[in-house]
């Protein structure tokens, strides 16, 4: 006789979702849910096989605990059941992807139900489950909108709404409503504005200037911030519908003119000259502006004689400092010969690189994944206050103040998302390249054109050389070619090449020669 089998009680996981910090420190809306779904549980007599819990967005499914909930479905498939979620909105903000993790789950054998907007598995509840993913897609859209109306409108009163850029800081009006104010770096912006505005000097001189006044800035941030007119007192309002893109007068202090402004965009777009009258150079004299009067340090200038068919570089000062042109730049080329690295360093460099480079590589999608979770989590609480301000539960001062804050956080993250997503796989090529360079460099250097000479030399040598007695005194290379030459038990190879053959003078030439070690 056969026994009737006892049916087996089903299991589910619960899954509960915030989109802000503050809800999931005040317990606001995941206790709640918690509580109504295990009730659920309890009354039917379902197991509660594991509970998960996000506090990120919903307009994907990369978010932690999500995986980890997929992950435990496969480890434990067959001995799932539910996947309950209290709204449908807990569960995804994006009809795409509803119908995607549904599809997945169901392949799994988990059934995807809602307990406060159920559906049931009959045709026609699909039309009914296809409203419910529209209304939570349509939801999140409308909050952000939300988000940009009121930043719109923030705007458009003259107010600065996201991170203050350089040379100003987050400040208060009368009102006690945030407006930013000029801060110890204004000075130095202003100067830079109207360094390149002068069509005197370059972005790049402007920068130097600048960061020796303390200022800390990049060659990208500054070439942002000189396209920026919130410097010039106006706020730029974005185009929306029918309106096109406006500036409005700021409420914060100008630090430039309208007319500086302006002169500087002229020049960053091209269409004004830059960096004034510059000599032309010529190709008799690559070494212009890299070599250095032993007797007076002065500079040393070029000329010819007899016609043009001689060249010399020589001082400008009352020193007799004069030699010919092809013998400083024979000299070159055996000063460059001296200067190579050894194949064993240039293959322990390359194979540290690559190790380098599968590293960051391994490392680097993850890191963007969070990234781009945390901007997800960012962009939930900008539409959760834009919300709060539709509804009138907060003041616009305190949404400005919300907004400044997210934004902040939200430009940080943007900033690590690009570095993460510099591309790095060109950075052996670039490595092989250099060494190849450094191994052949007078073939390299003798084919170059005046510019190309003129950037090998300002990267090989910091600082100008040195040419007395038909030789050049040893100069100072750069930090990285120094490093990769190498030293033999801490002292300097015997031979030291043709260059550094020169006088007794303890001046011209430091105990160490330019001939790299070899190990």
Not at 391 to 397: K, L, R, T, V, Y
Not at 405 to 421: M, N, P, S, V
Not at 481 to 495: C, E, S
Request: proline share 5%.
């Amino acid at each position: 006789m056969n026994m009737p089998t006892s049916k087996r009680t089903r299991r589910a996981i619960i899954y509960t979702r915030v989109s802000t910090d503050d809800q999931a420190e005040r317990g606001y809306s995941l206790r709640d849910q918690e509580a109504k779904l295990r009730e659920y549980c309890l009354r039917r007599g379902i197991e509660v096989a594991a509970h998960f819990q996000d506090d990120y967005s919903a307009k994907t499914f990369e978010r932690p605990e999500f995986k980890k909930l997929l992950a435990y479905i496969r480890t434990n498939k067959g001995n799932v059941d539910l996947l309950l979620v209290l709204k449908w909105d807990r569960f995804s903000r994006s009809s795409e992807h509803s119908w995607s993790m549904a599809a997945t789950l169901k392949g799994l054998g988990v059934e995807l139900q809602c307990v406060e907007q159920p559906v049931d598995g009959s045709p026609e509840s699909l039309i009914l489950k296809a409203l419910y993913f529209a209304v939570a897609e349509v939801d999140n859209l409308r909050r952000s909108q939300a988000t940009r109306d009121g930043m719109r409108r923030a705007k458009l009163e003259g107010r600065y709404v996201t991170k203050p850029p350089l040379g100003y800081s987050k400040g208060r009006d009368e009102t006690d409503r945030p407006l930013m104010r000029p801060n110890e770096d204004a000075p130095a912006m202003r100067e830079a504005f109207e360094m390149v505005a002068s069509g005197v000097y370059l972005p790049s001189e402007a920068l130097l200037h600048i960061r020796k006044r303390g200022v800390r800035c990049g060659k990208s941030q500054l070439y942002n911030f000189l396209h920026n007119p919130a410097y010039a007192g106006l706020i730029r309002v974005d185009a929306y519908g029918d309106e096109p893109e406006r500036l409005v007068p700021s409420l914060h202090e100008a630090l430039i003119s309208e007319q500086t402004f302006w002169r500087v965009q002229e020049i960053l777009d091209g269409n004004q000259k830059t960096g004034g009258p510059r000599p032309r150079r010529r190709a008799e004299y690559p070494l212009r502006g890299h070599l250095t009067c032993p007797e007076c340090g002065g500079n040393l200038t070029a000329s010819s004689a007899k016609g043009g068919r001689y060249h010399y570089y020589h001082c400008q000062h009352p020193c007799s400092v004069r030699f010919r042109a092809e013998d400083a730049h024979g000299a070159l080329l055996a000063l460059f010969g001296s200067i190579h690295v050894a194949p064993e360093i240039a293959r322990l460099y390359l194979a540290v690189l690559k190790d380098v480079q599968d590293e960051r590589e391994g490392s680097r999608e993850a890191a963007s994944a969070k990234v781009e979770a945390e901007i997800d989590a960012l962009d939930e609480k900008l539409t959760d206050a834009a919300e709060k301000l539709v509804e009138g539960s907060i003041p616009h001062d305190a949404f400005i103040r919300l907004v400044e804050r997210y934004e902040t956080q939200k430009r940080e993250l943007e900033d690590r998302r690009k570095a993460l997503g510099d591309d790095t796989s060109d950075l052996l090529h670039n490595a092989r390249y250099g060494l190849s360079l450094l191994a052949d460099l007078p073939r390299y250097y003798a084919a170059a054109g005046i510019e190309a000479k003129d950037r090998i030399l300002s990267s090989i040598f910091p600082g100008n050389l040195v040419f007395e007695d038909g030789a050049y005194r040893t100069p100072e290379l750069a930090e990285s070619i120094r490093l990769l030459r190498g030293k033999r038990d801490g002292k300097p190879a015997n031979d030291r090449g043709p260059a550094a053959e020169t006088s007794n003078r303890s001046s011209k030439v430091p105990e160490t020669g330019i001939e790299p070690a070899l190990p």
